[in-house]
């Protein structure tokens, strides 16, 4: 009945599609998937020639605390039009297939992980009516049969927008603003975490929650995102 009265249709380009909750094969064409070879703590994309599983210059570096990123997409022009329809324009049923995207990304997972969502402070939530992130980690716990816990982490003060911030003004700007309720802090000592976002930008905000979980004890903590901000790696797929 649905589909009678609202016929399917691309959310990218509105052309007639099978089903509610996919794109047509033009769009699905668009979208950067990444691939192999890549860094072997982080995924990011290497050129071909490069061995898979080497470590790339950023994460030598500096070793991040997370266990792995797990993108579905590269952000390009595609994946930033379903971010904002999903985010921002109330387009919830894009979530299903998002996150059925990102949890086919995921590496093998079972009923014993936690799927938690990057959080959003309470009155950005009472503005919005919703958290991405939990909408889509919703359809990743069902997908891959984990144990959902949208509340694992909590976002203690309001942000403000970390866009042309430096690295050290992140941080500043993210110190204390997220951590565990004392309800759940026995539950994350030696859990195997997977972290979902929507897109991961410049990792600050998921480098905060990934170290509040590793000090409450967590074993793992995977990131999982829609879109990774990867500019660089959008000519390597």
Not at 70 to 78: D, E, F, G, R, V
Not at 190 to 209: F, H, M, Y
């Amino acid at each position: 009945m649905i589909d009678l009265v609202f016929p399917p249709r691309c959310p990218l380009c509105g052309a007639a599609i099978a089903a509610q909750n996919g794109l047509c094969p033009g769009c699905w064409g668009t979208l950067a998937i990444p691939g192999d070879p890549s860094c072997g703590t982080c995924s990011r994309p290497f050129a071909d020639g490069i061995i898979d599983g080497s470590i790339c210059a950023p994460c030598l570096a500096e070793p991040p605390r997370h266990d792995g990123i797990a993108a579905a997409t590269l952000y390009n022009a595609s994946s930033r039009k379903l971010i904002l329809a999903l985010k921002h324009g109330n387009r919830l049923a894009l979530a299903d297939m998002m996150g059925a995207f990102m949890a086919a990304r995921l590496p093998q997972i079972d009923e014993d992980w936690l799927i938690a969502p990057v959080p959003l402070h309470r009155w950005r939530i009472w503005h919005r009516g919703y958290n991405q992130a939990a909408e889509l980690a919703r359809v990743i716990a069902r997908r891959r049969g984990a144990r959902l816990a949208v509340d694992l982490l909590e976002r203690r003060k309001a942000t403000p927008s970390l866009g042309g911030l430096g690295r050290k003004a992140r941080r500043r700007a993210l110190s204390g603003a997220i951590g565990i309720p004392l309800r759940k802090r026995a539950g994350v000592k030696g859990a195997r975490i997977v972290l979902v976002d929507d897109v991961l930008t410049s990792g600050a905000t998921s480098e905060a929650c990934v170290s509040a979980l590793k000090r409450a004890g967590a074993e793992r903590v995977v990131i999982a995102c829609f879109a990774r901000v990867l500019d660089e790696a959008l000519d390597l797929v």
